[in-house]
């Protein structure tokens, strides 16, 4: 039987391991009961009551806070106990097992059990009964995961503005444009007869004009936002000892990979996950690119194409010191080729021309030339990576953003792209006009949650921890 969103939960909420603190949360409806057979008193709403929380003897199994939070004014909209307890595992488990046993027991003033249906919160079960329960929308849900999962500053900080509402309420604004849009050619469709064209009188063209305009803006915010999120994936490829190693320790300012003269050394991937302002790049160091016939090193080698061919930006990285080695030169069109049958065409390669230090005068090339060893051309490098992955000066109004958003927010456009096509077109075919702006609505409506599927809020809300 599957687990059902009236059943009253229970989790502990903090994250596993040892801490000063520990949470248990118990969401459902009815909790005065159960808060009564934990702390022996009687708790008054959003007041923190320090105590023993009793075992079914009576006797202490701790002592802490207790808080209780009536419906509807609590995170999930039901009543919502809080016990929070000394951090240790056995501690919150021993506390969330006396919770489940305590739902279980006969309440001596009603003769009937406490809690019987009370369980284990699945992950998210939390939140996704805040969304339920209208106390936040689905993007402000995701939200709340993505300010516990941010890697940087900046990611955090969207996070935060996207769970205040403000993306929401970007989507919002855009959803109410496009409402009263939507009304002027239901209202030509309904009175075909009236002399007076209701889309023109309204200027119809104007305001689907202004919705596109500002709905690029918010596809641009939005996409930053999942830059922040998301990051890039960065391979460093090339033939051995060209430095690749050395420049992902330049960019990291760490010592991650083992640098040495010896051809060959890094045989598998190094993985790094670094910052440029703000914004997450999963750089990968692989094995240099040259046929072997040691096992190892064609493993390594191997895995190396498997990176080049699932990354979003490709360091081809070219040594200086041996460009007018034949033998160099030639293995670096065997590369050359290879990334080109293997990469999309989307996929950018930026040449990175290293060892500047070591050359008296090396040539302009197209790319970016550098020394990993001195850190000369780091600043430009860091640049071009920027510029690759689309980010722009990061404005503070920048909202968090996942790929599922940005896909609905493409889906809207085209919709309303071919509205305006219908809408300007002097035979107008207003019914099929009417269908594009239904769509465009519901894309809209699928990033807040008003419309979407059940499937997708289970692969949403699993995402989450226990607790949360």
Sequence with gaps: MLPSLNDPIAAIATAPGRGAVGIVRVSGRGLDSLAQALTGRSLKPREARYGPFRDAEGSPIDHGLALFFPAPHSFTGEDVLELQAHGGPVVLQLLLARCLAAGAEVDPGTGQPRLARLRIAQPGEFTERAFHNDKIDLAQAEAIADLIDAST???????????????????????DALIHLRMLVEATLD??????????KADAQ?????????????????????????GIKVVIAGQPNAGKSSLLNALAGAELAIVTPVAGTTRDVVAQTLQIEGVPLHVMDTAGLRESH????????????????????????????????????????????????????????????????????????????????????????????????????????????RERHVQALRRVDEHLQLAAAHLAAQARLLDVLAEELRLAQNALNEITGEFTSDDLLGVIFSSFCIGK
Excluded: C
Aim: charged share 25%.
């Design 294 to 401: 040691d096992e190892v090193e064609k493993i390594g080698i191997e895995r190396a194409w498997g990176q080049i061919e699932t990354a979003d930006a490709v360091l081809f990285l070219h040594d200086l010191t041996r460009m007018d080695t034949p033998d160099y030169i030639a293995e670096e069109g065997r590369i050359t080729l290879g990334m080109a049958q293997k990469l999309s065409k989307k996929v950018p390669v930026i040449d990175v021309w290293n060892k500047l230090d070591a050359v008296p005068a090396a040539p302009s090339r197209p790319g970016v030339m550098l020394s990993a060893r001195s850190g000369q051309g780091l600043e430009a490098l860091r640049r071009r990576l920027l510029e690759v992955a689309g980010w722009q000066a990061a404005p503070e109004g920048v909202f968090i953003a």
């Design 206 to 230: 104007g305001q689907l004009a202004r919705l596109q305009q500002a709905l690029a803006r918010v596809m641009q915010r939005a996409r930053q936002g999942a830059l922040l999120r998301e």
């Design 153 to 175: 500053e900046a990611a955090a900080r969207s996070a935060s503005r996207s769970l205040s509402g403000e993306f929401s309420g970007e989507i919002h604004g855009l959803r």
């Design 191 to 200: 009175f075909p007869e009236e002399e007076i064209d209701f889309l023109q």
